[in-house]
């Protein structure tokens, strides 16, 4: 299945669109789509850190989806990495 991610923060920098499309099999959960992201911009933004993925958060509109949690279809999801400030 098509999953669309929005990309904020420092991920942004990625994709001028602010979100990239990853084909993720059915089932997948949201450890593998981590892995399956690192992967990508591993190849199409080589500048963004692996572990920054590692340690962003995947979203979808309701809730905060933790790496057990199965990909849900048909919803943009959204990568929030760690924010640092005071």
Do not use: C, Q, W
Request: proline share 7%.
């Amino acid at each position: 299945m098509k999953t669309r991610i929005a990309l904020y923060g420092a991920l942004r920098e990625a994709d001028a669109s602010g979100h990239v499309e990853l084909e993720v099999p059915a089932g997948s959960s949201i450890a593998e789509l981590r892995d399956l992201l690192v992967a990508h911009l591993a190849e199409h933004a080589p500048a963004i850190p692996a572990g920054l993925i590692r340690r962003s958060a995947f979203a979808s509109a309701e809730e905060i989806l933790h790496n057990h949690r199965t990909v849900p279809e048909g919803v943009e999801l959204a990568v929030l990495p760690p924010v640092s400030g005071g």
